[in-house]
């Protein structure tokens, strides 16, 4: 009688489990639905934004052009500009709020976030943050000015950072590798060229230092860039687009699989 009273209670712990795995599963795959939703508002976003800034790009030329005449059209010009700033803060403030809700990574476990610190100490261009789970990497040190080659001391640090998230506690996270400038525009022909924009410099670089990390061995399918150009600064940029030196940089998330 004993005998079956145990057996009942066991089988009736594997339908609990077998339940409670299926309400994790289906939240799973709610989250994931949510999340593909908020990554398409962020596309559709960004979409939105890359065309107010050149549109307030063509106004502020207009409106250079037409300085030295007054009247009617320089008003109307400078308010659309107004308006247009203005507009483009409130979403450039949306995206990152939502960016940072998408690739803001949980705490990491301790580890992995001690391995991380260590080598944080090892080169002068990384820091870690272990809040977030985000080791950054100056651009200054990392590329040569307006390039997207990574520098030889620099590379040596991308690998040894690969290899860390290769060891038994870095395996099941991805990456997701954020390229970042100042607000400098590019200047020698030749280098916009090859990167007319900033956005297409801080994509670049990201890809550079994804290919790196590929070529140490880490799965291409735990990789992914983002290029944010001038629009993520970690501080003010100098007046006059002189640019700052904190705001050209790599960010490399460190998030669970399927992030």
């Given amino acids: ?17 077998m339940a409670s795995s299926g309400c994790v599963s289906e939240q799973l ?17 960004q979409d939105e934004l890359g065309v107010m800034t050149l549109k307030l790009g063509e106004c502020r030329r207009q409106l250079k052009d037409a300085q030295g005449l ?7 010009l400078i308010e659309q500009i107004k308006l247009l700033e203005d507009d483009i803060r ?7 709020s939502m960016q940072n809700q998408l690739m803001g990574a949980p705490v ?12 944080a100490k090892q080169y002068d261009l990384v820091t870690y943050d272990p809040a977030r789970g985000i080791v950054k990497l100056k651009s ?18 991308l690998t040894s950072l690969s290899g860390i998230l290769n060891t038994e506690q870095g395996k099941d996270f ?7 400038t100042d607000d400098i525009r590019i200047g020698k022909p030749a280098t916009r060229a090859k990167h007319p924009t900033n956005w297409h410099l801080s994509a670049h670089r990201a890809i550079s230092v994804l290919a790196i990390m590929e070529k140490s061995n880490m799965a291409p399918t735990r990789l ?4 944010f150009g001038e629009y993520r600064p970690v501080v003010p940029n100098k007046p006059g687009k002189k640019g700052h030196p904190q705001n050209r940089r790599v960010e490399i998330y460190i998030v669970p699989k399927g992030m």
Avoid: W, Y
């Fill in 108 to 119: 990491l476990p301790p580890e992995l976030s001690t391995l991380l610190e260590d080598f």
């Fill in 29 to 45: 795959k709610s989250l994931e639905v949510q999340n593909a939703a908020q990554a398409g508002l962020i596309d559709k976003l």
């Fill in 70 to 76: 007054g009247g009617i059209k320089t008003t109307e």
């Fill in 90 to 96: 409130r979403k450039d403030a949306m995206i990152a």
């Fill in 174 to 180: 991805d990456v997701i590798v954020a390229g970042h």
């Fill in 1 to 17: 009688m004993q005998t079956v009273k145990l057996s009942g209670l066991f089988l009736l712990c594997i339908c609990l489990a």
């Fill in 224 to 227: 992914s860039v983002r290029g």
């Fill in 140 to 157: 200054d040190l990392l590329f040569e000015k307006g390039s997207d080659q990574v520098k030889s001391a620099a590379a040596q640090a």
